[in-house]
Structure formats: C-alpha cells, structure tokens
C-alpha cells in the first residue's frame, strides 16, 4: 500500500515502483513469510521483531530487521512493517563468531594452563568463568566441573599457595604479576606451579600457568648429583693430598735415600781409580769406567725424574713469553755444545705465548734437544720452530719440525709414556723421560700436544698452550 524513501533506497526501487509489490518476492528464504505470518497470527498481532535477509533489485542481499504491529489504515486493518538495515550488524556478528572461534581453538590448543575468574564477594573469592583443556588436564578435572565454582572450593590449597592474594592485588591495581614457582598442595593434587596473573579489559582475571613439576624433581635430581659431585670430589681432594704428600716422600727420598748410595759407589769408582789404576788389567779399567758411566746416567735419571715430579706440584706463574727468543738461546747453546755440526735452523719471529716460563722453557728443551739428536746423522739437517692458524681454541698451534731419523707411527701411543723409547739407546742416548715431561706440562697449561712422523722423513710435533 505504501512504502517509504528509504525503504525504496534499501531495496533499489523509487517510491511509486513499490505500491503493489509483494513484500515475499523480496524475501531470500521463502520460509520467513510462513513464519512471520504464523507468529502474527500466534501474537494477534501484537508487535513482532524478527531478523530475515531481502534480495534487492540488483541481486545483492541485504540483512533487515523487520518490526511488525497490526494497525488501522484508511479505516482497514493493516500491517505496519519497520525495516532497519542491520548488514553491518550481522557482519559484525558474523566475524565475532569467527574470532570467537579462533580464540576458542587456540585457547584449546594452548599447552599452558588457562583460566579465567570473576570477583565474588568483593574479591574475597573468585569464580570460574573459563577453563581451558590443558588446565583441565594438569589439574585432573572436567571443565563443566568447575565452571561457575569458586576457586576455593575446587582448589582448597589455593590460599596457602599464596595464589589468592595475587588475584586480588591484579584486581585492585591491574598491574600484571608473576607467582613464582612453587609446591600446591591439597587432599587430591600436589604439583610445583608458576603462574601469570593479569586483568581483562572486562575485570576478569586471567591465570596462565605450567606445571613444572618435571623440572623441578630433575632440578632435584641434579641438585642430588652436585651434592654427591662435591662429596666425591671432597674424597678425591683428600686421596689426591694424601697422594701428593707420598709423592713428596717418594721425591724425598729418591734426591737423598737414592743419591748416597749412588755418591758412594762413584765415590769409591774413583778413589779404585786413583789408587789401583795402574795395577788393574785393560779389563778392569774398562769395568771401572763403566760403572762410573752407569752412575752418570743414574745420576741425571734420578734428576729427570725429580723434575717430572715437581711439575705436577709447582704453582704456576703465568706470563706471556717471548718464544722466538727462547728458541732462539737454545739453539746458540746446542750449537756452542757440537760446533761443527751444521745445522739451518728456521725460526719463526715475534712468536708469543701465555705460560710459566720455567716450564715453557723445559717444553722447548726438550723438543728442540730431540730435534737436535735425532738429525745427528742426517746431512743437511734442518729445524723449525713456529706457529700455524686453525686451533680448536682460537689460538695458533705451536710447531716443531725437523728432517731426522723419525719414527713409526704405529708406536705414537708410547710416545709420551715414562721410559718408553722408540729407538735402541746403541743409536740415540735418553732415558724416555723428556716428552712424557713435555706432555705434563702442556696439560698443566691446558694444551694438548700431538704428533706426526714416518721413519727416515723427520717428525713434526705440534702443540698448544691455554
């Protein structure tokens, strides 16, 4: 009968085009003229609302909310229909659920503990509003179980866990707040907890949780382990001292108990010597002068070894040191010992190192001696000394190297063990002494030393220090 401008624009028609039409053609679901009549009918007429969606002229839909109320017009019964635009509305709608949806899922999804509290009582308890699936399961029970419930009745020890005063100091300030780790506890659950507490635009209280009860038993565990750690470590420190002070007796009396005996066979080697020489036989004078020469090698035997002994017990005194210039001072004293060896020698300048330069300096005596013996029956020898990049620590690999007689691999493993040789003492003197004292030194400084020969073509010994 009639219909005004704005339901024309609503619809895509001039005011006159509506006169006659059939509000039903406009309806998307052709249901909503059945229900809409029936409930009319059920209501006589009373005011009805319902939300139903029209087709407009181009085809587009538009969602409406219609009102309707039966009146008189022109003296006839009529039907009034207010129609209010509510797309956007239901856009809006339709998008909160969506949203709704995706919070839903990922609050499911979390694998954190979640759950949301309303005050109750001015803040003296708090009620569930939300409980979130891995909360339920950390906690043991069903989410219909506690929803609507206070939390002091589904967990009793909330109180003591210090829990529930953290609600109410979020709920008074709105400042955030984390409650440490700690043990809950209650006639049914006992879990180490830690939780984030914060406030809702709303003035719900939100408590993100885990449990961490895992974690601690191993933080226990470990906790344990360091406890036994340090007792064994107590007891080794003790068998070490108790070692360490033999060793001290040992060296105590390897320098005297060892040495008198020692003094008094040279000693009376030499006064036979003096006295009987002449009337000893060739024989005898080369007995006696063998049993002198055993003296002197047992003589700087019981030194070496007294020496291996103090290096495992002298503090060290570390600088850096100048080790060009170290080599630099043995190489003019081995060559001032055999001068008419010829020997090229390649040292490396300005080469430094951190250390105590006592045993540093031992380290290259040693190696640079080894060097020196072991191309005396090469031709043109030849010895290097200097440094590489590529160490596992980030500094450089120290090197000795030389072209002598070498050695089999195949016997590196008794290269640095105490009075193991790897050649005959008719070819090369020694005791095996040196590179075990060398290896000893190195670790004390928290190097490593390793090494690479063949027999015939010279040996190549490199080395770091700390």
């Not at 039907?79 to 909160?96: H, P």
């Not at 570390?318 to 004293?333: C, F, G, K, P, W």
């Not at 300048?349 to 250390?355: I, Q, T």
């Amino acid at each position: 009968i009639y219909g005004s401008r704005a339901l024309g624009n609503l619809l895509g028609l001039e005011t006159d085009q509506l006169k006659g039409q059939f509000s039903t053609d406009f309806y998307v679901d052709p249901e909503d003229r059945n229900r809409i009549l029936v409930t009319l009918n059920e209501q006589n007429f009373d005011v009805v609302r319902r939300d139903i969606q029209l087709r407009r002229i181009d085809g587009s839909r538009v969602w409406v909310q219609g009102i309707y109320k039966a009146i008189t017009f022109s003296g006839e019964n009529a039907l009034a229909v207010g129609i209010l635009d509510i797309t956007q509305r239901r856009r809006m709608e339709q998008n909160l659920r969506i949203t709704e949806a995706r919070f839903r899922e990922l609050f499911n999804a979390m694998s954190s503990g979640v759950a949301v509290y309303r005050p109750v009582d001015n803040g003296q308890d708090f009620a569930f509003v939300d409980y979130n699936r891995a909360g339920s399961t950390m906690d043991g029970v069903p989410p219909e179980g506690v929803i609507g419930r206070r939390v002091t009745q589904v967990f009793p020890g909330v109180e003591a866990f210090g829990l529930l005063d953290v609600f109410r100091r979020v709920m008074e300030t709105g400042t955030p707040e984390h409650h440490p780790v700690r043990l809950y506890e209650d006639n049914k659950l006992k879990a180490w907890r830690e939780n984030f507490v914060f406030k809702s635009p709303s003035g719900e209280i939100y408590a993100v949780y885990d449990d961490v009860t895992k974690r601690k038993r191993a933080e226990e565990k470990v906790q344990r382990l360091n406890q036994e750690l340090e007792l064994r470590v107590r007891e080794r420190t003790l068998q070490l001292e108790r070692a360490n002070s033999e060793l001290e007796s040992f060296t105590y009396s390897v320098s005297h108990d060892l040495r008198a005996p020692l003094r008094s066979i040279e000693g009376f080697g030499t006064l036979m010597a003096m006295r009987c020489g002449e009337e000893l036989s060739e024989e005898g004078r080369h007995f006696l002068e063998r049993i002198n020469t055993g003296c002197s090698v047992m003589g700087r035997l019981i030194d070496d070894m007294l020496q291996l002994s103090r290096i495992s017990q002298e503090a060290l005194k570390l600088a850096r040191i100048d080790l060009s210039r170290l080599v630099e001072e043995i190489r003019e004293r081995l060559a001032e010992q055999e001068p008419n060896r010829d020997v090229t020698w390649s040292i490396q300048p300005n080469v430094v190192a951190k250390g105590d330069e006592r045993f540093v300096r031992m380290v290259l005596d040693n190696l640079l001696g080894n060097a020196w013996k072991y191309t005396s029956r090469t031709a043109r020898a030849e010895i290097q000394f200097g440094q590489e990049s590529g160490g596992e620590e980030g500094g450089p690999i120290l090197l000795v190297k030389d072209n002598g007689a070498g050695f089999n691999m195949h016997h590196a493993d008794r290269l640095f063990v105490p009075f193991q040789r790897l050649h005959k003492a008719s070819e090369f003197d020694g005791h095996g002494i040196g590179l075990a004292t060398v290896q000893r030194i190195i670790h004390r400084h928290g190097g490593r030393i390793w090494a690479e020969s063949e027999p015939g073509k010279g040996a190549l010994f490199r080395f770091t220090f700390s």
